[in-house]
């Protein structure tokens, strides 16, 4: 029989349970009691809903106070030396005080997870190393389970990718991978402790075996899993993201007892899985979208679990192609979508409805389940011919770009000739990028218009007053370069979707981004254009306020598609070159408008990256294109800047550049400038502004500790091409926090002028 299995579930809960209940323990509203409590009655609740769904094969593990890579770094024991964790268990404020700070330790830096929105927090490694068991969550959670008739597979993270994804902070450790030998042992003793408790199977998620490109990393699997495949539990590797390509033959090699593939970012791999894999592997199918919103064709997935199914009787599983975490959780909870639309979305719990049919139409026939299947059938025929997909006017522009609105009229050098003239800025000019606190006040005023409670004069008054406030502040800061400060904005994406023709949004439709902090990506269903100007009111106005310049805030294109949920009828490059030019027209009219400093934010072009090399440079130039189109229609005195958070950029430095940009800013601090390297060792022409203030810590950075970071990047970076600014916006932090920080930092770049 073929078993219906799932990787892992939001852990988020379908109210934002575990946020709310997060923030109150950070604010020392609740107990840690009634945190751990939550978390119980949250995996409780999990657990008995994917039972109900008719999932086989349930996950435990899953659930994570902030973060799965850092409960890992618990449970080894690998607690940086600054959190003073003396060994034993690792209590719940170390374990929120590596992912936060603490008064007396910077928290560990946080980066993205593969090609997703999710953050995770970044192993830190020393030559030193020392890996112990110090936590016993995984077999209390699996016990927890079994307490409530279930009996789960746990999963973690494998360490191979563990290594991986971490860092060496030693120049005597070269490769993290080198600490394979310590820390095998302890993976052995978790494994042995699942073995006790009477786990029958775990799954270890090792992503980066689809991605193993050098020997060493190869190699390293073949150590691990000699290892680990003797310790008594059958072992299912998952890797996601990727299909096994070359290493196919090294998975089948492994003495793991099953393999789970992605079927939906890898369909092709299939064959050669099928063929390569030893028939004593099972095998998980990962059919079911674990990153998209849309719904499953489901005769078109039965097709290929049929062919797999009669390929050679090998055991089969039918589950999401990853974790649902990457999924808002139930599409139920979308009372005022669109009816017709709605039919054609599936969230967390209706993609375990899907994976629970799949198993059984391929277990009992597809007659078995017709009814699901043919409303699945109509649900593909209605997205294909709706109308509501495609505008012929935006076909027509499209196909009527020209090479000239790709680049700018001159280049970078006669550019910032004009731009120091037109904006006269000091050494060492000072800006933030872009968000100041989105205070309680500014939610709920924004909660009360969107419920009707508010009229629009009402809450266009407050946001008013909001940004005068800002402005008032950072005029009092001596910042030099304003910001309106995005008081009008639920999130920097969401924003322009909700004006932007061709999106849809949730109301609910909430996935964990990092930590306590969760997103409602739009949803793209058809062709992308701006019925009207998106920003220039705000902007215009908080100009009108001062008589320093005002930047304007505008998110860029390939970040937009990014962190949408986006249509999978057309290549992604169409997309996203359809919202480069809404952009554009945006950027045109700030510029009308008198605005002369456009930031255009662009976080996220790194993580869209595709994982394997070899498509990197496809990837590169429609996305460069797209932010070059947006960008490229206004005059050489009008400055633009971008921006990127928590990015390594070593390896599309030179992308980077051809972006063009006159000013990009960039996150730094945490990694102490390290990413300065890469713009080094480039030459980067344009002006750098490297982040001196981590914001995404409730610690206040002192002028000392900017002064240190300023003067690291002038040992890399010419004194003219240097901004000085945080490393993000700072709309997740309190007005307490952001104004001693923006003084310290206005403090450190005076002290480098006069230096
Ligand atoms: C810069 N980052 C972003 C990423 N992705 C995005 N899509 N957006 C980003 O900004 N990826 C990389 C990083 C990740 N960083 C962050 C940082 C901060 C957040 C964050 O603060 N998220 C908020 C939700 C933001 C939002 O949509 N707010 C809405 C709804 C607010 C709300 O909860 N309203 C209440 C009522 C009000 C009240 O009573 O308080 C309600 O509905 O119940 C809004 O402002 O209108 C978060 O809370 O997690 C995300 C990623
Ligand atoms: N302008 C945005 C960028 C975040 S990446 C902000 O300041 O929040
Ligand atoms: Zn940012």
Redesign the pocket.
């Known amino acids: 029989m073929i078993q219906s299995a799932n990787l892992g579930f939001p852990r988020i809960g379908a109210a ?1 349970d575990l ?1 709310k209940a997060l923030e109150a323990y950070w604010r020392q509203e609740i107990s840690p009691k009634d945190l751990i409590s939550t978390g119980k009655t949250l995996r409780a609740h999990h657990w008995q809903l994917q039972q109900s769904k008719g999932v086989d094969v349930i996950p435990c593990g899953d659930f994570s106070f902030y973060d799965q890579i850092l409960d890992m770094t618990a449970t080894l024991g690998a607690v940086p030396a600054r959190f003073g964790h003396t060994g034993g268990h690792v209590s719940l404020d170390t374990y929120f005080a590596m992912a936060r700070g603490s008064k007396s330790a910077p928290a560990m830096e946080m980066t993205k997870w593969f090609d997703t ?1 999710y ?1 995770y927090i970044v192993p830190e490694f020393t030559a030193d190393q020392r890996f112990s068991l110090s936590s016993t969550r995984l077999v209390d959670e699996y016990k927890e389970a079994l307490a409530q008739g279930i009996h789960t597979r746990p999963v973690i993270i494998g360490p191979v990718t563990y290594l991986t994804l971490g860092k060496s902070k030693d120049a005597a450790l070269g490769d993290p991978l080198d600490l394979l030998d310590r820390i095998l042992p302890v993976y052995a003793d978790l494994l042995q402790s699942l073995v006790d408790a009477g786990a029958d199977w775990v799954q270890i998620d090792e992503p980066v075996l689809a991605l193993a490109e050098t020997d060493k990393q190869r190699q390293a699997f073949e150590q691990a899993y000699a290892r680990l495949g003797k310790c008594g539990l059958k072992i299912l590797l998952a890797t996601y993201f990727e299909g096994l390509g070359d290493n196919t033959a090294l998975a089948s090699r492994l003495p793991v007892h099953g393999l789970h593939i992605d079927l939906v970012r890898a369909p092709d791999q299939l064959p050669a899985c099928l063929s390569v894999i030893s028939k004593d592997k099972l095998l998980s199918l990962g059919l079911v979208d674990g990153r998209n919103i849309w719904r499953t064709d489901l005769d078109k997935a039965l097709a290929v679990l049929a062919k797999a199914a009669a390929f050679d009787g090998r055991a089969l599983q039918v589950a999401p192609s990853c974790s649902l975490i990457h999924s808002p959780v139930d599409l139920e909870n979308e009372t005022k979508l669109d009816p017709e639309l709605k039919s054609w979305l599936a969230f967390a719990t209706q993609k375990l409805e899907e994976v629970s049919l799949l198993t059984r139409a391929a277990n009992h026939g597809r007659d078995h389940v017709a009814s699901a299947f043919d409303d699945s059938a109509a649900a593909a025929e209605s997205r294909r011919t709706s109308a509501r997909i495609h505008n012929p006017l935006v076909d027509d522009r499209m196909q009527n770009t020209l090479p000239s609105d790709f680049r700018r009229a001159s280049k970078y050098e006669t550019r910032r000739a004009a731009q120091r003239a037109a904006l006269d800025l000091p050494l060492y000019p000072t800006t933030t990028i872009g968000s100041f606190p ?1 205070t ?1 006040e ?3 005023a ?2 009360a218009f ?1 419920r009707g409670d508010l009229t629009a004069k009402a809450y266009d008054a407050f946001l008013e007053a909001e940004t005068r406030e800002a402005v008032r502040r950072q005029e009092a800061l001596g910042l030099d370069v304003l910001v309106h400060g995005e008081f009008e904005r ?5 924003y322009f979707g909700e004006q932007l023709a061709g999106f849809a949004f949730t109301k609910s439709g909430w996935v964990q ?2 930590g ?6 739009p949803i793209i269903y058809g062709d992308v254009s701006r019925p009207e100007p998106m920003t220039v009111k705000w902007s215009a106005y908080a100009q009108s306020l001062t008589q320093k310049p005002m930047k304007g805030m505008l998110t860029g294109p390939v970040t937009i598609l990014q ?1 949408s949920f986006v249509r999978d009828d057309q290549p992604r490059s169409e997309t996203c070159e359809q919202i480069a030019l809404a952009i554009r027209d945006e950027v045109t009219d700030l510029e009308a408008a008198g605005i002369r400093l456009i930031q255009i934010d662009e ?2 072009l790194r993580e869209g990256l595709p994982l394997r090399k070899a498509d990197h440079a496809g990837y590169l130039e429609w996305a460069v294109n797209c932010f070059r189109l947006a960008s490229s229609s206004v005059a050489d005195t009008t400055q633009i800047h971008t921006h990127m ?2 990015s390594e950029f070593n390896d599309i430095i030179a992308d980077v550049a051809s972006l063009d940009a006159d000013v990009i800013s960039i996150e730094t601090s945490r990694s102490d400038m390290e990413l300065l390297a890469a713009f080094e060792e480039f030459a980067y022409p344009n002006e750098i502004g490297p982040g001196v203030y981590d914001i995404h810590s409730p610690r206040t950075p002192d002028k000392a500790e900017m002064t240190a970071l300023l003067r690291k990047a002038t040992e890399r970076l010419a004194p003219d091409q240097i901004w000085v600014n945080p490393d ?2 700072l ?2 932090r309190s007005w307490a926090e952001v104004t001693p920080a923006l003084e310290n930092m206005v403090a450190a770049a005076r002290d480098a002028r006069s230096a």
């Open positions: 934002r946020k929105n953050h989105q309680k500014v939610r709920q924004r909660a969107k639920n999130d920097m994406v969401e981004s990092y306590s902090r969760y997103v409602k990506p962190w976080p996220a958070c928590y993000c916006g709309k997740t």
